[in-house]
């Protein structure tokens, strides 16, 4: 199944047509797996769909977020990356020294976030967080 028989039907109801900007942008997405910054889409998706602008890539991935079709995560130094939704039950740490990343099921976090919203009175709390420390590598 091709990415854009995949992701039409959901893209349409949420009112976005599938441009061929999309179809590039959520190929990359799909096909990588992970997270990906802005500037990393553009450049693989210019690859499958040349005349595609850096800026309608940012535009693209911030409109798929604001959807909920993609969740964005911040990564450090004003740093954002982008994954599908579909792929969001896990958070991320991030080492401080050499960036290496591991992802932890959102499982282990679960009893946080209800004592979060228990606490807070806040309900349907976004569940990708990024914590940041330093590996065992680096601590040696």
Request: proline share 4%; with cysteine.
């Amino acid at each position: 199944m091709t990415c854009s028989l995949k992701y039409a039907p959901q893209l349409r109801a949420q009112g976005l047509r599938m441009t061929p900007q999309r179809v590039a942008i959520l190929h990359v997405l799909h096909h990588t797996g992970g997270h990906l910054s802005p500037t990393q889409v553009y450049e693989m998706a210019r690859e499958e769909h040349p005349s595609l602008t850096e800026p309608t890539v940012y535009r693209t991935l911030e409109e798929l977020a604001e959807k909920k079709f993609l969740l964005a995560a911040h990564v450090g130094n004003g740093k954002m990356v982008y994954e599908l939704a579909e792929n969001h039950n896990h958070h991320h740490l991030i080492c401080r020294e050499c960036h290496a990343e591991i992802q932890i099921d959102h499982a282990a976090l679960e009893k946080l976030f209800k004592e979060l919203e228990s606490a807070s009175g806040y309900r349907s709390i976004d569940s990708h967080v990024t914590f940041f420390g330093i590996c065992p590598d680096c601590q040696k």
